[in-house]
């Protein structure tokens, strides 16, 4: 066994690699959930195919355009473009890339060479990278019809930009894996990163007041991109375009050189992981200080409305939300968005429109917005509790205590959402007319207890482990995210349509009265559900644990 990697050549190890991650993929695929998985991906995959077809049109279009009217020195934004997309957009979707814990390579006799060959592989088959590929072929595509002699240039260049690529974004995926092996820093990386993400929403409106003064700083730093890796591809098809045979192999040499660069700079952190660098958070033992007994007064319970089971439940609930960073930053989301679309939408003076949206239609749009938001976790509730969930079947507690507690840190996180919203609303946009106020009150009633009873049974049917402070591969099961997408879709043309009754029958206070029957009927129906949803945990206790606890 000592020897195996060298009697086993290169080939033959990728070879096997590749054939193992497809048996595991097979049988994976036999489990019943992996399949509704896999649907629920592969649906909503077809709206990202839309997409980026659309995007490969335009490529092939702007492309063909570029060549046409000469303005083959354009081309640099092109790549430019492509590159931005490259590097950025894994890290928006991180939890839906293809994911490979490659020290587990390492358990096996491979060669240093095979496992840098199959990292990759891996990177090549990320979702941007496909997609940034299929664009690339549609730039091929346009260059065959406009200008059948530079495909070769364009072909090599295109070859070597993408090899660049993929080598850019494994070496910044293993710097950020290395970098994120604390927990508090990915949480503070986690958080800039939520942050820089809402401060480009406000971009537009800041463009708008304030791009007088901003254009011409941004034209200074145009001509600094000739240093970019994009400009030196651009630059190399310009060059052939223009029979500068010389500036073309220079610009070309260029681009290899930044290629090498970073293949050196792979290389070398590779080896690090293939010499047997093991990242850890673990922290060092400490003595356990001793802790006071609590005096009869401390034990009290304060709370004593709720049953023991369901405070005792809530109060973990709340435990975990302060340790969850990830989750704590996201409830500044929506406020912040509301904030954003009143000053893009509604208001006084709307930047997108010349006359903004009435309070009437805001209104329910945004409280619409902030259930979607904020309820999507409530169908995958058990996605933090990992080994834990052993304990509910231990505890004396059913689980119509446990998903009451969980369903109710959910409405006390978005009763709070919706005060602080109901209030930005009425400071920048105006409150609605009475009727239409009490109307989506009713709704966000009718429309939260609703999906409650569906998360809970979705929760139980299609589990999927969520880690703290983890950032790839933290998704929920594809089949819940079908279901989510559904009920949205239900639940928001149910209520469109009664709240548009008010307008066709002429009576004002009609959606109101029907939601309040709705609402009322939610309810009922949530609370004859929990039992339901008792019988059916017990029933799937075994794909509860396999899933939580691996």
């Known amino acids: 066994m000592a020897d195996v990697s060298g009697r086993t050549g290169l080939g033959d190890q990728i070879r096997l690699v590749a054939w193992l991650r497809w048996r595991v993929l097979r049988n994976s695929i036999s489990n019943k959930n992996r399949r509704l998985d896999l649907i629920g991906l592969i649906f909503s995959g077809f709206f990202s195919l839309l997409f980026v077809t659309g995007v490969t049109v335009a490529f092939f279009f702007v492309t063909k355009s570029l060549f046409e009217q000469h303005l083959e020195s354009l081309f640099g934004l092109v790549f430019l473009a492509l590159l931005v997309w490259w590097q950025a957009f ?7 890339a293809p994911q490979f814990p490659f020290r587990t390579l390492l358990r096996f006799p491979v060669k240093l060479s095979a496992f840098y060959i199959i990292g990759m592989a891996y990177g090549l088959a990320d979702s941007a990278a496909l997609a940034a590929l299929l664009w690339m072929l549609a730039m091929l595509a346009a260059t065959v019809v406009a200008q059948p002699s530079a495909v070769p240039v364009l072909l090599l ?6 090899v660049m690529n993929v080598t850019i974004e494994r070496l910044l995926g293993a710097w950020v894996e290395k970098l994120l092996a604390k927990r508090k820093t990915r949480e503070v990386f986690f958080t800039l990163f939520i942050l820089t993400m809402v401060s480009l929403q406000f971009l537009n409106p800041l463009m708008q007041r304030y791009g007088h003064t901003l254009l011409p700083m941004v034209r200074s730093w145009v001509p600094y991109l000739w240093l970019l890796p994009s400009s030196f591809a651009g630059d190399t098809v310009a060059q052939f375009a ?13 681009l290899a050189v930044y290629t090498g660069i ?21 922290v060092r033992p400490a003595r356990t200080e001793r802790r006071a007994a609590l005096s009869v007064e401390d034990a009290r319970e304060t709370v004593t409305f709720l049953p023991p089971q369901v405070l005792a439940v809530f109060r973990k609930e709340l435990l975990y939300l302060k340790r969850n960073t990830f989750l704590f930053f996201g409830l500044i989301f929506p406020p912040t968005m509301l904030l954003f679309f009143s000053v893009q939408f509604a208001g006084p003076h709307p930047t997108a429109f010349k006359k903004g949206v009435p309070p009437d239609l805001f209104f329910p749009g945004m409280m619409a917005y902030l259930v979607l938001i904020l309820i999507a976790p409530s169908y995958n509730c058990f996605a933090y509790e990992g080994k834990g969930i052993q304990t509910y079947f231990t505890a004396p507690a059913r689980f119509r205590e446990i998903l009451l507690a969980k369903n109710l840190i959910t409405v006390s996180i978005i009763l709070c959402e919706i005060v602080l919203c109901v209030a930005l609303v009425g400071w920048r946009v105006g409150l609605p007319t009475t009727p239409v106020l009490f109307a989506t009150l009713a709704a ?8 409650l009873t569906i998360a809970n049974w979705a929760s139980l049917s299609y589990p999927r482990k969520i880690e703290f402070g983890k950032m790839q591969g933290q998704r929920n099961s594809g089949m819940s995210v079908l279901i989510l997408f559904g009920m949205q879709i239900l639940f928001g043309g149910v209520s469109t349509l009664v709240l548009f009754s008010g307008r066709w029958t002429g009576n004002a206070w009609l959606p109101a009265e029907i939601f309040a029957v709705l609402a009322a009927a939610a309810l009922a129906g949530y609370f004859s559900s929990l039992d339901s949803c008792t019988q059916l945990a017990e029933k799937r206790k075994e794909i509860l644990i396999d899933a939580l606890c691996r």
């Not at 970073?262 to 673990?282: D, I, K, P, V």
């Not at 966000?444 to 999906?451: A, D, E, K, N, R």
């Open 242 to 254: 223009g029979h500068h045979w010389g500036a073309a192999v220079v610009k070309l040499c260029g």
């Open 157 to 162: 260049t295109c070859l070597l930009f993408a």
């Open 444 to 451: 966000i009633v009718f429309s939260i207890v609703g999906q």
């Open 90 to 96: 894994p890290i928006l979707l991180a939890g839906f």
């Open 262 to 282: 970073f293949t050196m700079l792979l290389w070398m952190r590779y080896t690090q992981l293939y010499s047997g660098e093991e990242l850890s958070e673990g």
